[in-house]
């Protein structure tokens, strides 16, 4: 299952799931005679962000939702440094999209090679582009 990961780029660190993340997030409620309401809330908004607490209902493994993102951004570049892998030339794919102005910035991440450079697209332009991309590219 990768739905939650690739709508919101994260999964488990510990088990690898993605689909029994708990985020705990700030509600508005709407307090009653009874105790609270948050369906009553006018407000019914909910927020949270990299550093809200965060479990797997899977596992029960507890962290941030920026630990739940950091394993679910390795877990995507490996894939994609595979499905490179399996063309057996990941540099020249970067040579050949350097009119692409996104490509040619990715294609000067010499550094840390190829990781790096899959790294920084998925972060420009998202997990899904860069795997078409990368598929488009085959034929
Ligand atoms: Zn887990």
Known sequence: ?????DAHGMLCPKCGQDD????????????TGSGSDADLSFDGSHEWDDDSRCCCGACGHGGT??????AAEQQM??????????????????????????????SQINNG???DQI??????????AVRQMIEEDEQ
């Open 65 to 70: 939702v920026s630990d739940f993102r950091k």
């Open 113 to 115: 090679g190829v990781e």
């Open 20 to 31: 029994c993340i708990d985020v705990a997030a700030l509600v508005h409620v709407r307090l």
């Open 119 to 128: 790294a920084y697209l998925i972060a420009v332009e998202g997990f899904e």
């Open 77 to 106: 570049v490996r894939e994609l440094v595979d499905l490179f892998g399996e063309k057996g030339r990941p540099d020249d794919f970067l040579d050949g999209h350097v009119h692409d102005a996104k490509f040619a910035e990715a």
């Open 1 to 5: 299952m990768t739905i939650v990961r």
